[in-house]
């Protein structure tokens, strides 16, 4: 399954702890989620995306084996909904799932990295 990583999880080191293997880490491909924003998931220090129509993500596109979805559904746990989402990757728009907290969960500000995300 395509999945968008955009957090902790881009991190190899962080990957092989949380999903026993990094290959799919090492494997994926820059991509660019149009459309959200980086903000922090209130009342803690993690990141999750909220819809902004004039946001862009940086982050990368990775085929994840059902074994190691599993374990990745573990770690994220129940604060984050596992949503369908389009990415550009590579110069094509493809079809892929991110983990997203529900509205309300993250605050009103982004990071100032997904701000400048958009620009070149």
Do not use: K, N
């Not at 293997?21 to 009342?43: H, I, N, S, T």
């Not at 746990?77 to 493809?94: E, N, P």
Request: contains cysteine; hydrophobic residues 45%.
């Amino acid at each position: 399954m395509r999945v968008f990583l955009y957090g902790t999880l881009m991190d190899r080191e962080v990957a092989r702890h949380v999903a026993g293997e990094d290959r799919f880490v090492r494997e994926a491909r820059p991509a660019l989620l149009a459309g959200y924003r980086r903000a922090v998931l209130r009342g803690t220090p993690y990141p999750t995306l909220v819809r902004d129509a004039h946001g862009a993500v940086h982050g990368l596109l990775a085929e994840v084996p059902p074994a190691v979805l599993s374990r990745l559904h573990v770690y994220e746990g129940s604060l984050y909904r596992f949503v369908r989402v389009r990415v550009l990757c590579g110069g094509a728009t493809l079809a892929a799932h991110a983990w997203i907290a529900p509205e309300g969960r993250a605050t009103a500000r982004g990071t100032a990295r997904s701000r400048r995300a958009a620009r070149p």
